[in-house]
């Protein structure tokens, strides 16, 4: 067992709480926040600053293809727990497919000949039966859009004039412009769509504003 820290809220924790409670004032002003600005000017030996906020997250990118299923993990069950039709056809993480049908022939083939395993031409199946059928060409939850990267900055100032205070502001977002592909339109091999971005990171942006408080 590891046992939780526990806080150390003593006497003067209590203090500084009722003071915020008293005077009202529990975030961005205070006397607190003007002590600790006029000491670090002073360490620094500034009078003025502006106060800046960087965000970066460097995620991996989204898996393509199908999340059909109960969990993410690749396991496929029916209804009552063993595998259903819906479920093989469609296994959790399934990427890129060929769908077939009774009349698909082989546009190209290695050596064209029944010994390389196809002839240009030949029915892909000549016994399928149904309508159609997907046809893996991939392991499934091996395909993944672009890895996102994306920087945002926000730089503000704080002007006080008496008990007001003025923020003005300004926000960037994805600040490098990155375009990562998070989704596609289809996974259909041999469509015109086929690997298309339908999704991207939207680019680089930003918002000018203020925070006004009295």
Request: charged content about 15%.
């Amino acid at each position: 067992m590891i046992p939780v820290n526990e806080p150390l809220l003593g006497p003067q924790e209590s203090e500084y709480l009722l003071e915020c409670v008293r005077t009202g004032w529990i975030s961005s002003a205070g006397r607190f926040i003007d002590e600790f600005e006029q000491k670090w000017a002073s360490y620094c030996g500034r009078k003025y600053g502006i106060a800046v906020s960087v965000s970066f997250q460097s995620l991996p990118g989204y898996r393509f293809g199908t999340a059909a299923l109960n969990i993410d993990t690749g396991i496929v069950a029916g209804p009552s727990g063993q595998p259903g039709a819906t479920s093989l056809a469609n296994p959790n993480g399934q990427g890129t497919v060929w769908l077939i049908t009774p009349t698909t022939r082989y546009t190209s083939c290695p050596g064209s000949s029944a010994s390389q395993g196809c002839v240009v031409g030949a029915l892909v199946d000549p016994g399928l039966n149904v309508a159609s059928i997907s046809v893996p060409l991939v392991p499934p939850q091996t395909e993944f859009g672009d890895r996102i990267n994306q920087l945002d900055l926000n730089v503000t100032k704080t002007i006080r004039m008496g008990r007001t205070t003025v923020q003005p502001k300004i926000d960037f977002f994805n600040l490098l412009n990155q375009s990562s592909v998070y989704a596609v339109r289809t996974l259909n091999h041999g469509t015109a769509a086929y690997n298309q971005p339908s999704s991207i990171l939207v680019g680089r942006v930003f918002q000018l504003g203020a925070i006004v408080k009295f």
